[in-house]
């Protein structure tokens, strides 16, 4: 098992791609604390995925907090240490992704964005660090990004730049958290059918332009993140540091 009795953090694990790498890494041997938004809705998801890693055999936490506040990852941390008495690895995986123009982008859903998606990450990447720091013994930082760090969308005018400052976070982190044996990287996920694009790829002229770019000829799935999630977690990739991982299907490579 790659990561046995790692405490690992992910946020926005309630579903998802955080939902998939939460199970990966309950198999792996790691216990777990599910970061959620806190909303009445996604407890019974919450409630149901600690249960599934408990079947596992492994077990977990979870902190109802949003990912845009500065005290969030404090919380997440502290909920590690009272119950897990560590924090080896820290997923930052909570973001939104609400579809807008760029002329009439409403200021609140830009705002909201950029604080859920960078701000609140910078905060709670910085708590896991410290902690990290104080254990002595390194640790996993890993963001996730995505293609959208590298490319532009017309109607993600509000999300991309959040997507690259987070790539640039964990590229900034690896220098100043490496000499700590802290690795930062940042994992790249191409097209995804999960609630963040439902309906978006409901649209099935869309839908079908995505999969004839991506070379494998499928969408990906939750599931296909989740290994290289906990790879970059893991004692494998014990060099790797400031990298970032595209996990896309070869859609990124496609032009023609
Ligand atoms: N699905 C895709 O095609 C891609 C997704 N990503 C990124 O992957 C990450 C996970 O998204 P998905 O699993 O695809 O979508 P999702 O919508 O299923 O999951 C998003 C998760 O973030 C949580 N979340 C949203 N706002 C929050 C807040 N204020 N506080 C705490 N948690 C909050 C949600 O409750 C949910 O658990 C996001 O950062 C997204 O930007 C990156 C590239 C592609
Ligand atoms: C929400 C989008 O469908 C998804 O998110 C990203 O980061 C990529 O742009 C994907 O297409």
Redesign the pocket.
Known sequence: MLLNDKTVII??????????AALECARQGANLVI?????ES?RP?VDELIGEIRSLGRDATSVG?????PD?GDKLVDAAVSHFGSVDVFV??????PFHGFLDMPRDTYL?TVN??LN?AYFAVQAAARRMKEQGNGGAIIA?????ALVGGAMQTH?TP??AG?LSLMQSCAVALGPYGIRCNA???????????KDDLADQEKRDYMIGRTPLGR??R?ED?AGPIAFLASDMAAYVTGASLLVDGGMFVNLQ
């Open positions: 946020t926005g694990a309630s579903r998802g791609i955080g939902r998939a970061g959620y938004s806190g909303s996604s998801l907090a949003p990912a845009g506040d969030t930052n995986n909570a973001g939104i992704c909201e859920t998606n609140g996730v990004s995505s293609i959208s999300y959040t997507k987070l994992l790249l996920p191409g097209t995804i059918e999960t609630d963040i694009n969408l990906g939750p993140m």
